[in-house]
């Protein structure tokens, strides 16, 4: 059974860095396809970064420069995020994909002063 577990969430002020952590199990780690997605009150939920198998990565405009995704033998993806501002204020989601496809349980960001 696989599960993506998601930490590190929490609040900040803004110009503050948070990483994020997913502990991926059940699953060969090395064959996914895996990404960060957020979703804010009243939008769509989007992707924010991704990394392939082959460590390829892939950044929202909005998150460029300020926000970096990598991978662990461990079974573990972060996301580094620095410089934060009050509209990364979301829920971030882990995302595993390849031919099927596994979401996490979501962790809280906030950004505010």
């Known amino acids: 059974q696989v599960q993506l577990v998601e930490s590190g969430g929490g609040s900040v002020q803004p110009g503050g860095s948070l990483r994020l952590v997913c502990a991926a199990r059940?699953?060969?780690?090395?064959?996914?396809?895996m990404a960060w997605y957020r979703q804010a009150p009243g939008k769509q939920r989007e992707l924010v970064a991704s990394?392939?198998?082959?460590?390829?990565t892939n950044y929202a405009d909005s998150v460029k420069g300020r926000f970096t995704i990598s991978r662990a033998n461990d079974n573990t993806v972060y996301l580094q995020m620095n410089s934060l501002k009050p509209e990364d204020t979301a829920v971030y989601y882990c995302?595993?994909?390849?031919?099927?496809?596994?979401w996490g349980q979501g962790t809280q960001v906030t950004v505010s002063s």
């Open positions: 990394i392939t198998s082959g460590v390829n």
């Open positions: 059940g699953m060969i780690f090395s064959l996914y396809s």
């Open positions: 995302y595993a994909g390849r031919l099927r496809t596994y």
